[in-house]
């Protein structure tokens, strides 16, 4: 059941997230923030995103049972019952609301905040195109989140580095969206490829990773990072470049490698790249 629930919540995605937390978290500390903000924090990401993934799995739920691509997903061929899947969104809430009452009394206060707008996405395909850019603004939330850890308070850099991940999560959201145009159009959802057509959306896909691109930039510099952060930086940008030239609107058979192999690199790298930057200062 352990490993059931692993992929039912993709525990595997949390590479998106995660080295964006720290990146808050270490930045705001200027170093290493301690253990207990370290863990708190990892704890909180991992619930959180395993409560969102869970919740996101249970409201699509009949639609995956109709989609041929998602029709094999665990709660559709029962691996993980239904009522098992809500007894574990909910613990993963419990832990999360536990693990931000243990760093301080803001993150505390945001939790419900956080859960609400969380679960919210899951809805938002029925009725808006714009629901990429509000899975993004979730996983914005992570280096908000981190430097909210150590330094409880709203700061420009956590802020910009929180808007380029809302950009650079939408736009490559969009990206896997184009595998399900036909389906979505069907079955009257909210999408950019099936409002607009996959042409459209991968210019506008890649205009949000532009503006992502920009945004780090833009962090790096209020945050006060050295030289190493905008080498590391460039390095992404050029992974970001080549996600959009392994897809075209007649050629999606690469989509799975530009969604999660080099989304995974960009994050890990402008990660490390941080982190030297803030030790090597």
Known sequence: MVGALA?????????????????????AAGG???????????????????????????ADLRYDRLNPRTS????????????????????????????????????????????????FYSLTKRFTWLCHFVLGSVLGLAPVAGWLAVRPEFALPAILFGCGVTCWT?????????????????????SLPARFGIGTALALAAFSHVDAALFYLLAGYAAGLSWIYYAFWAVCSAVLLVEH??????????????FFTLNGIVAALLGVGTLLAVFLH
């Open 7 to 27: 992929r039912l919540v993709k525990v595997e995605h949390s590479v998106f997230a995660l080295p964006f937390a720290y990146i808050g978290l270490f930045v």
């Open 32 to 58: 290493w923030p301690g253990w207990r903000p370290f863990l708190l924090l990892t704890l909180a990401m991992v619930a959180m995103r395993s409560f969102a993934m869970a919740v996101n799995r249970l």
């Open 72 to 119: 094999r997903r665990e709660l559709v061929t029962g691996e993980v019952p239904v009522r098992q899947a809500w007894v574990f969104a909910a613990g993963c809430a419990v832990v999360f609301v536990g693990a931000c009452g243990g760093l301080n009394p803001l993150c505390l206060a945001l939790a419900p905040v956080a859960l609400v707008w969380g679960a």
């Open 170 to 190: 939408a736009g490559f959201d969009v990206l896997y969206a184009c595998q399900d145009v036909e389906f979505d159009r069907q079955q009257g959802l909210k």
């Open 245 to 258: 030239r392994l897809i075209s609107e007649n050629d999606l058979s690469r989509v799975n490698v530009a």
